[in-house]
């Protein structure tokens, strides 16, 4: 007879049942050598490279809140979208960081029911939003460069408020479908989530029904707002290419290819890891692939963003100096 206790709790094996993925994690962020056999070693150190991630997260994109914010020459169309992707990527490391982080150290992984649907949610939520802001980002670079005259008529400051509010709204009310939905299937055991996270693929495999529908939704969903927003980037950025290479001045050219740069590897980055975690074949599914995927876009991803639009962008290379003159100006008074 199958047993048909009802789950309350969740628990999260997160790294710790991959010991060969923790030394994987150890050697790829070059940290000082330690003993690879002593577990709890690995684990502060796992602990200390994930908090400083984190942190670093955290301080890269309020930095660029306050500098899009504060200087007027950063009041455009194209930094007011990576002001709305600050904020996203805030949201979206600590919707998993901080559970991480304790869970590294801690022997009680576990995670009530109700916190393991907010996760979900939110963590598809901001997702969702993210994909669909990126978009936007690269239409505004498509109107720049191939209508500049039109620009600041198309790209005005409602049209900007309507398609970052758009953005959100689908965030917020696309994954509320699957989100209710995945927590109707009843959950009789086992309760382990072999994840560092509640997400939507090893929470499916835990469930006591038949998830066939439950797949097709969320492959729909991933179709239509991870998927298409991809497409329309691709296009935009083929027009942009086609637009660029009929411009007469390399200087043209230059400044044309340095302003889509930043955007196009932050959505490689981004795209690369979700599409493959995602769209990849049953076939395919592998424990370790998706915790080291799953690991690169929630962790990674949100610390470099900050620092490809700082570094590679004049504007905001200045605005960061200007601040950060400003601040050493006010210690001294």
């Not at 999260?12 to 577990?39: A, C, H, N, R, W």
């Not at 009041?75 to 949201?91: A, D, R």
């Not at 990126?134 to 720049?144: C, P």
């Not at 905001?316 to 100006?329: H, N, P």
Request: contains cysteine; charged residues 10%; glycine residues 4%.
């Amino acid at each position: 007879m199958i047993n048909q206790t009802i789950v309350r709790e969740f628990l999260l094996l997160g790294f710790g049942d991959l010991p060969k993925l923790q030394v994987l994690l150890f050697l790829v962020f070059l940290i000082i050598y330690l003993p690879l056999s002593d577990t709890h070693s690995i684990n502060i150190i796992l602990f200390l490279m994930v908090l400083v991630l984190y942190l670093v997260t955290l301080m890269g994109n309020i930095l660029i809140i306050i500098v899009t914010w504060t200087d007027p020459v950063l009041h455009s169309p194209m930094y007011f979208f990576l002001w709305n992707l600050s904020f996203l990527e805030i949201g979206y490391t600590s919707t998993i960081i901080p559970k991480m982080l304790s869970n590294i150290l801690s022997e009680d992984t576990s995670i009530s029911f109700i916190g393991c649907a907010i996760q979900m949610y939110f963590f598809g939520s901001l997702g969702i939003a993210e994909c669909c802001l990126l978009a936007a980002m690269a239409y505004d670079r498509y109107v720049a460069i191939c209508h500049p005259l039109h620009y600041a008529v198309i790209m005005s400051r409602t049209m900007c408020l309507q398609i970052s509010l758009i953005c959100w709204l689908l965030g917020v009310l696309v994954v509320l479908v699957p989100a209710t939905l995945i927590f109707t299937l009843p959950f009789c055991g086992p309760n382990k989530i072999n994840h560092f996270f509640c997400d939507l693929p090893p929470l499916l495999r835990l469930a006591c029904a038949n998830t066939f529908k439950m797949e097709i939704i969320i492959f729909t969903v991933t179709v239509l707002f991870i998927l298409l927003p991809f497409l329309l980037i691709l296009i935009s950025y083929i027009c942009i290419l086609q637009n660029v290479l009929k411009m007469s001045f390399a200087t043209s050219r230059s400044k044309a290819f340095s302003t889509c740069s930043s955007h196009i590897l932050v959505v490689m980055f981004f795209y690369g890891s979700a599409v493959l975690t995602y769209l990849r074949p049953q076939s395919a599914y592998s424990v370790e692939t998706d915790k080291v995927l799953s690991f690169f876009y929630t962790a990674i991803c949100p610390v470099m963003n900050p620092l490809i639009y700082s570094l590679r962008n004049k504007d905001v290379k200045d605005s960061l100096k200007k601040l950060m003159g400003r601040k050493i100006l006010f210690s001294r008074m």
